[in-house]
């Protein structure tokens, strides 16, 4: 069974806890890299949902799916891909722009654009999110609240 679970409502036909959990029960089952569900146009697998267990680390898809999901809901909201740092961390802002040229350009017009970024350090996610309108970036880290001028930095050069 294949849902865009972005798109599901709410209604008479939702499903109880327990049904859920059993639907997701057999959808784990199923071979790894069966798609097992859309999130925000972004295909998720069993194995990618399974580390939401516990069992390793997040997928870049993964986390992108569910921030997918939630610029779907709020039509205010952008979201660029996972691989934006590694493209401009490597390469700069200019070839961060030649490989996501329309996916910035169609962000441009929303109030704020969210990033998910990997760091290599112990496998660890933090979200950038870049208020287009006030000329403002936010980095969320749950480990540090220190400044993280090296990501903060390059996102403006590309954005502000």
Known sequence: MLEDIGSRSAGPSTPTREEEDLIIENALKKDPIATVVK???????????????GQGWLFGDTVEGYFRMFADVNKTVGVLSSYLWIQLSMGGPERAMARNRKSIKNVRGKELVLIP???NVGSH???VAVYLNKHEIHIYD????RDRLDVGEPIKDLFL
């Not at 999130?39 to 267990?53: E, M, P, Q, T």
């Open 125 to 127: 996610w933090i979200m």
């Open 142 to 145: 749950s480990y540090t609240d």
């Open 117 to 119: 970024i990997h760091l």
């Open 39 to 53: 999130a925000g146009g972004i295909d998720l697998n069993v194995r990618s949902l399974k580390r939401l267990r």
